[in-house]
């Protein structure tokens, strides 16, 4: 009689894993039929001296045999998941996954970092006991449970009103893991398909109005008396709308012309950002947005004459520095982490009219700022150093080796930027530095 045709890789009908206690007294499952992934059919046994033992026994054969004299080992590396299995196994199985790309080169460690930081509980002493992990919020339900658009959908809707930017993290991550659960056999199609990326950017984001720019120095050199760095790396943020990231990857040899009172307005290179790597805080020698090829990037950007003044002012502050040394240094004398900056700015603005205040908001208001003065969005993109914006160079900036860069010159539009308090201490040559702190 012909038997049944069984699945590559798929258990063999439950009638079939029954064991039987023999006189012994040792529970048997024997020479059991099924499929290796191959396609060939293969019969696994197990014993145990309980019904459980003797299950659990045979599972693990199983798990061997269906795998014989087959070229594919991917389902091994999805870790046998199962709908019941609960959702911080499958969270486990995607982690390891990252972490094999990461040793490969295929993702960097910040990315790494980002990707654990969205699932698993931080450690250490700042750790936030209540912050919103997946592991926390949706690691003790099944991943049938938890696999469903409208559940998905739901739950990234609810956290994307108070949270975005940890719901656009916990959708990356929620969409990769379904990923792994859909090409293990688990679903159809990932139930992540259907589910809209969370909006990032948030209610926060947006531009500085004028009486709010007005306020900016007080709030942050009197709220933060510490990182002295702080207020020259917003007023570096709110003059070119660089990244935070690529603010704290400036050094000295980039800013050119800084040295020579000739040049009203210096020019500066954003060629760099800084991420963590290997344990260590280091600067990257491409921007955020050349990641994938790990290519150069770089662009010039002409500083206003106030910004230009301000970081003379913060040099001179600093005294005799390396060309290669970072601009923004901590207490402690190493480079400025970007938490670490964040945390600072959140005490700046702690208690004041600001307290909204983010990096984000300073590019935003470079970006608002120059498409309304000079009325092309085209010049405000090429400002954040942007590719749709890359032919909008309306100067040309001539290095040390004398090689001709296109340098991005808003610094007309930039200049009413300038802060009021700030403008005016530096009309009447005050140290502006030393009357915020004071």
Known sequence: MAQDALEPGALPPPHKLNPVKGPDGIWRLTRVRHRAFNGAYVRTSGSGRTRRECLADWDAA????????????????????????KMSR??????????????????????????HRAIYKGEGPKAKPDALKLSKTLGRLSIGEVGKPAFLADYLESMAETFPGVAGHHWTVLSGTFKILTLAGLFDYSPMLPVPRPMSEGGSQRALTAGE????????GVGQKRARYLLPLVLLILGTGVRPGEALAVRWCDLHGL????????????????????????????????????????FYVVLPRWLTTV???????????????????????????????????QNARRGSSLEWLQFGNLR???????????????????????????????RHYVDEDGYTHPAVDNSDALESLCPVNLGAKLESGADVFVWVCS
């Open 90 to 115: 499958a969270f486990d199985v995607y982690y390891k996954q990252q972490e094999k790309k990461a040793d490969a080169g295929k993702i960097t460690e910040q990315s790494l970092t980002t990707i």
């Open 259 to 298: 040295d020579d009172e000739s040049f009203a307005n210096i020019t500066l290179h954003v060629g760099g950002t800084m991420v963590a790597r290997k344990g260590a805080y280091v600067r990257q020698p491409y921007r955020k947005s050349a990641k994938k090829s790990k290519v150069s990037n770089d």
């Open 62 to 85: 199983f798990e061997r045999n269906r795998r014989k004299g087959s070229a594919s080992k991917s389902d091994s590396s999805r870790g046998d998941l199962k709908l019941s299995d």
């Open 364 to 394: 935003d208001t470079v970006a608002t700022h120059v498409a309304g003065v000079t009325g092309d969005p085209k010049r405000a993109s090429a400002q954040l150093g942007h590719s749709e914006g890359s032919s909008v160079a309306l």
């Open 311 to 345: 970081l003379r002012a913060w040099k001179h502050q600093r005294g005799k520095v390396s060309p290669e040394a970072a601009v923004f240094i901590s207490m402690q004398g190493g480079v400025v982490r970007l938490s670490t900056a964040d945390t600072a700015l």
């Open 213 to 220: 720019r007005e306020e900016l120095c007080l709030v942050i």
